[in-house]
């Protein structure tokens, strides 16, 4: 089993993991660089560094806390129906009972640390951050199947034993919050105001760069201000290509041209519901909604972006309203 990737031990009574391995490695790459640099400003001629002890052991310290970081680990105990989370491997951080956890799920993430992670969610909490308790791997990493195969249905097992996962209810709509409705369409709301001011100003942006920034030079200058204007064009144009839900043909129906979009699912072709988490530069921003489908005529999938929402609990309420219409 890789130290960089999650390792576990599974027993009748207890599941222990540790999913932050690939510490161990980048605390001792930056130990090695940073001991490399120190020394050899502090060997140049002329460029002695007075502060070269204090500076050793901060590096010392950096590269110490990400090692001590790696022993970090989570553990399930049937015993006491409780989650740890052991901070370097002796500082307890979390003690959650069972019943107040709902499981692990998968969380596909763009932008800075794309791939996959597994998580551990709350009830309370389905569709937030959670604990993260494995390391971070690519979409077709086998050994994200192992631990999908081995390490969460052992988990599961623990957490049902506790407190076994009710029949999901049903929820009852009579107001959306998500969708319009006359007679038998439900179309997604789309937030007007806020599309028309990013798009115009993308646009504005693409016009000038392309009228004015000659200094930039010619590829980049067409580059960025054709792509500010493509964007900006896009969101104006999901103010014409509504996203309607028609229960009477169960049919969802985005009206616009093939090309640009626009298609027919039937109900039945609906798949699954795609979350993707999307984090800039590290932090968490927003979570985007989409259906997967499967395409009639052929074997492959499609998706289909339904809105972009950053609360656990609105994305909760979003998924019960399209469960809602679909099953109508």
Same mark, same amino acid.
């Given at each position: 089993?890789? +130290?960089?990737?999650?390792?576990?031990? !599974?027993?009748? $009574? /207890?599941? *222990? &993991?540790?999913?932050?391995?690939? =510490? @161990?490695?980048?605390?001792?790459?930056?130990?090695?660089?940073?001991?490399?640099?120190?020394?050899?400003?502090?060997?140049?001629?002329?460029?002695?560094?007075?502060?070269?002890?204090?500076?050793?052991?901060?590096?010392?310290?950096?590269?110490?806390?990400? +090692?001590?970081?790696?022993?970090?680990? !989570?553990?399930? $105990? /049937?015993? *006491? &129906?409780?989650?740890?989370?052991? =901070? @370097?491997?002796?500082?307890?951080?979390?003690?959650?009972?069972?019943?107040?956890?709902?499981?692990?799920?998968?969380?596909?993430?763009?932008?800075?640390?794309?791939?996959?992670?597994?998580?551990?969610?709350?009830?309370?909490?389905?569709?937030?951050?959670? +604990?993260?308790?494995?390391?971070?791997?690519?979409?077709? $990493?086998?050994?994200?199947?192992?631990?999908?195969?081995?390490?969460?249905?052992?988990?599961?097992?623990?957490?049902?034993?506790?407190?076994?996962?009710?029949?999901?209810?049903?929820?009852?709509?009579?107001?959306?919050?998500?969708?319009?409705?006359?007679?038998?369409?439900?179309?997604?709301?789309?937030?007007?105001?806020?599309?028309?001011?990013?798009?115009?100003?993308?646009?504005?942006?693409?016009?000038?760069?392309?009228?004015?920034?000659?200094?930039?030079?010619?590829?980049?200058?067409?580059?960025?201000?054709?792509?500010?204007?493509?964007?900006?064009?896009?969101?104006?144009?999901?103010?014409?290509?509504?996203?309607?839900?028609?229960?009477?043909?169960?049919?969802?129906?985005?009206?616009?041209?093939?090309?640009?979009?626009?298609?027919?699912?039937?109900?039945?072709?609906?798949?699954?519901?795609?979350?993707?988490?999307?984090?800039?530069?590290?932090?968490?921003?927003?979570?985007?909604?989409?259906?997967?489908?499967?395409?009639?005529?052929?074997?492959?999938?499609?998706?289909?972006?339904?809105?972009?929402?950053?609360?656990?609990?609105?994305?909760?309420?979003?998924?019960?309203?399209?469960?809602?219409?679909?099953?109508?």
């Amino acid at each position: 089993m890789s +130290i960089s990737k999650t390792r576990w031990n !599974i027993t009748a $009574d /207890r599941i *222990t &993991l540790y999913p932050f391995g690939q =510490l @161990f490695i980048l605390g001792g790459a930056l130990g090695l660089i940073f001991i490399g640099l120190i020394t050899a400003l502090h060997l140049l001629p002329g460029n002695q560094l007075p502060e070269y002890n204090t500076l050793l052991v901060l590096a010392l310290l950096v590269s110490a806390g990400f +090692i001590l970081h790696g022993f970090t680990y !989570i553990e399930f $105990d /049937r015993n *006491t &129906l409780r989650m740890r989370k052991v =901070l @370097f491997g002796f500082i307890p951080v979390l003690n959650v009972p069972f019943e107040k956890l709902y499981g692990i799920k998968l969380i596909q993430r763009v932008g800075a640390g794309a791939g996959i992670v597994y998580r551990l969610v709350y009830n309370a909490d389905k569709y937030g951050k959670g +604990i993260t308790v494995s390391s971070g791997y690519g979409q077709k $990493d086998k050994r994200a199947e192992d631990f999908s195969q081995t390490v969460i249905p052992a988990v599961h097992q623990f957490l049902d034993a506790a407190a076994p996962a009710a029949a999901p209810q049903p929820t009852v709509i009579t107001e959306y919050e998500y969708f319009t409705w006359a007679d038998d369409v439900f179309t997604v709301k789309v937030k007007k105001a806020t599309n028309v001011i990013v798009g115009t100003c993308a646009i504005a942006l693409g016009v000038y760069i392309l009228y004015a920034g000659s200094d930039m030079g010619a590829i980049r200058q067409w580059g960025i201000g054709g792509a500010c204007v493509v964007v900006g064009a896009i969101i104006l144009g999901t103010l014409f290509t509504p996203i309607n839900f028609n229960t009477r043909t169960r049919l969802i129906e985005k009206k616009a041209p093939s090309w640009a979009g626009g298609t027919q699912i039937p109900f039945d072709n609906i798949v699954d519901v795609h979350l993707v988490r999307h984090h800039r530069n590290g932090i968490y921003t927003h979570t985007a909604v989409s259906l997967k489908y499967q395409r009639a005529g052929s074997g492959k999938t499609g998706n289909l972006p339904i809105a972009t929402l950053r609360d656990s609990r609105k994305i909760e309420r979003l998924l019960a309203e399209i469960n809602s219409i679909v099953k109508k």
